[in-house]
Each structure stands twice: as C-alpha cells, then as structure tokens.
C-alpha cells in the first residue's frame, strides 16, 4: 500500500543535507518518505528527531525505523522542537525540514476524516487528543465567526453565505459527518465551483482546529533559535497562506535595518541571520506533477543561517 509519495524528494535533500555526520529535525515525518532519503544520505554517527501529531503516521515510522539507532521520533506537534531537543541533548541543527499539511493517507482514508469525498465523522485533527473537532465549531461557533474561519483560512468568497446556511441547517440537526457538511456546501454553490469551494471550507476548517498557521510560525521562530551557523531549514509549503508566512519570515531575517521609513538614519542595529538560498520557491517538475497530482501546489523555499 502506498500511503504517501514524498513530493520535491531530491531537491530537498540536496539543500539540506550539508554535513553527512550531522544532526537533522524533520517535523512532519508522515509516512517516512522524506526521512528514508533523509537517512540514507547519513553516516553512522549522525542523529535525525522527527515529529508528527498524527498517531497512525508516528506509529508508522516507529514501526519502520524501529531498528536505527539513529532515529528519534515524538509524537507531538513540531512546536515542541526546543523541549524536544533540550532531552536529547541537542544544541544545535543542521537541518531542519517540514514538509506542511496532511498526507495522502490521511486525505485517503475514512477513517481519518479530513475528505469531503469520504463521509466521515466530521472531525480534521491530526492529533484527535487535542482541541476539538471541527464538527464542535460548525455547530457551536456564531455564523459570523465561522463565516470569518471560512473567509480567513480558505479564501472562499462565499464565507457568509455558506455560514448561513451551516446554520440553518444546525437549527434542525447537529452537523455530524463530513458529507453532511458536503451537501451544505453543494447546496449553495455553483456546480462548476462546488469541488473549489468544498476544497477551500475543508481547508480552513482543517487549519483553524488544527492551529496550522499559528504552529507554523512558532515553530519557524524557534528553528531559527537552534539552527547552526551554516545550518539550512527547508520548508515545504502547500498553499499561499503556508507559503506566505514561510516567505515573509525568511525575508524579514534578511533585514539589515528595521527602522521605520521615516527615520533619517539607522538606530536598530539589526543584524541578519538567514541567506535565502530559493530566490523563487522550488517547484516540481512537470514529470512529478504528472506521475503525482498531488505535488503540483507544493513550494520549497530553503535559507540558510548566517
Ligand atoms: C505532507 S505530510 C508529510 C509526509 C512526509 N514528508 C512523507 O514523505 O511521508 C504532513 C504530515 O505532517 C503532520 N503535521 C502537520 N502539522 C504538524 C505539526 N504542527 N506538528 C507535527 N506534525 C504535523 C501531518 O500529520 C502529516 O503526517
């Protein structure tokens, strides 16, 4: 069975690897895929941490990499990276990678309940022991708060109607399952957008329960903080708001002055502390596009520590 195909795989390992003996955190390990070319390219002495909040892909890899001495893996969110670090007695990285969002399997797999094309308990956390569900906001949020959620995380211009109509339909029954969601959805857009619009309000249901961008930000922070000199961090995005806060924040590293614009002269002493190493971010070929549909939005964008 193939539970994911890692998307962008040699051009990511070629950025990050940049010391074969050396100490590597991938945050979202998945199924495994970028961390096996990860780890093939290592000596013996080097040390790779990997985190996933999904428990079904984390128990994958432990299974998997269950014999390599080399390999520790958390299941937790990537936020925990410095925690996480401080116990294994890690100062500092090499590399660090994310490869964002959901993986195939668990888009695939009904059981996971992130697919409006599955009918499933309509849920769309990674890690099901924490937060809530997104069944809990659709039937307990304000329309105007979940129009916002719709309109903020899926950049779905028919947020307030769709909203409306989430809840008329809770006023007569509690939303439960994805395909009950569908139907609202399909219900009040045009059959040519319908699979557009189901993409955007499962997407921004999937980010806000899940914190995606929140996380994603913390953690881009706290990588910076354990990221040696000459250490490189990789990020692997999958839509513009994802790609967005990777590229703003690369770009305010770069900085060599903070001040406003008014100021006559500088007085921030800002010193940089990341080189992008990705001008424009890396994008698949079409060769992968066409042998995985699912590459074609993905976006790498590398900078290195200075
Ligand atoms: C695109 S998949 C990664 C696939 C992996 N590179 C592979 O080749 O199999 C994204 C994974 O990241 C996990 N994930 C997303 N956000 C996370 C976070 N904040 N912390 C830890 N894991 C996260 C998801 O559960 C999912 O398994």
């Known amino acids: 069975m ?20 050396g100490v590597y955190f991938e945050g979202t390990i998945g199924f495994g895929g970028h961390t096996n070319e990860i ?8 040390k790779f941490i990997g985190t996933d909040k999904d428990a079904v892909a984390y128990n994958h890899c432990k299974t998997k990499f269950e014999d390599n001495e080399r390999v520790k893996l958390y299941n937790t969110s990537f936020i925990n990276i410095l925690n996480i670090s401080r116990i294994e007695f890690i100062e500092n990285y090499d590399g660090i990678f994310a490869d964002l969002g959901v993986s195939s399997f668990q888009l695939d797999n009904k059981d996971s309940g992130f697919s409006f094309r599955e009918d499933s308990p309509l849920d769309l956390r990674m890690d099901k022991s924490k937060g809530y569900p997104a069944a809990f906001v659709v039937n307990t949020f304000s329309q105007d708060e979940i129009a916002d959620i719709i309109y903020k995380y899926g950049e779905e211009r028919n947020s307030r109607l769709i909203a409306k109509k989430i809840v008329e339909y809770r006023n007569e029954n509690k939303i439960e399952t994805t395909g009950e969601l569908r139907k609202i959805v399909e219900s009040v857009s045009h059959a040519k957008f319908v699979t557009k619009s189901l993409s955007r309000v499962f997407q921004a249901l999937r980010i806000f329960v899940n914190n995606e961008l929140e996380e994603l930000e913390d953690f881009l922070k706290k ?7 000459g250490g490189r ?14 590229k703003e924040f690369f770009k305010q590293q770069t900085l060599t002055c903070v001040c406003p614009p008014e100021f006559p002269v500088c007085v921030c002493n800002t010193t940089p502390s990341l080189k992008i190493l990705t001008k424009k971010p890396v994008v698949p070929t079409e060769y992968e596009i066409d042998e995985n549909s699912r590459s074609r939005s993905a976006k790498l964008r590398v900078a290195e520590k200075i």
Do not use: M, Q
């Open 223 to 229: 990588s910076l903080t354990i990221l040696k000199v």
């Open 39 to 46: 780890i093939s390219k290592l000596t013996k002495n080097a």
């Open 2 to 21: 193939i539970y994911h195909t890692p998307v962008l795989l040699n051009e990511t390992v070629e950025f990050l690897i940049i010391d074969k003996s």
């Open 233 to 246: 961090i990789a990020i692997i995005s999958f839509h513009s708001l994802e790609d967005r806060i990777v």
